[in-house]
């Protein structure tokens, strides 16, 4: 199973909202939503959030 908790985690560290992240990157908002229900998404978009946010994928996404 795909959890983003850790991605909620690393937002609040930053003292970023989930909706500024998806406005600033250009994500639709169906990918938000996807981060909401801990479903999966491309590769890509974890990269991107990573470079956004500066942080290792660990920092992002967890597969339990």
Request: hydrophobic share 40%; charged share 30%.
């Amino acid at each position: 199973m795909i959890s983003y908790d850790p991605l909620f985690v690393t937002l609040e560290e930053k003292n970023v909202k989930l909706i500024d992240l998806i406005t600033d990157l250009k994500f639709s908002k169906t990918t938000g939503s996807k981060f909401r229900k801990h479903a999966s998404v491309q590769l890509t978009t974890i990269e991107k959030i990573c470079k956004y946010l500066d942080c290792p994928i660990e920092k992002v996404v967890r597969i339990e």
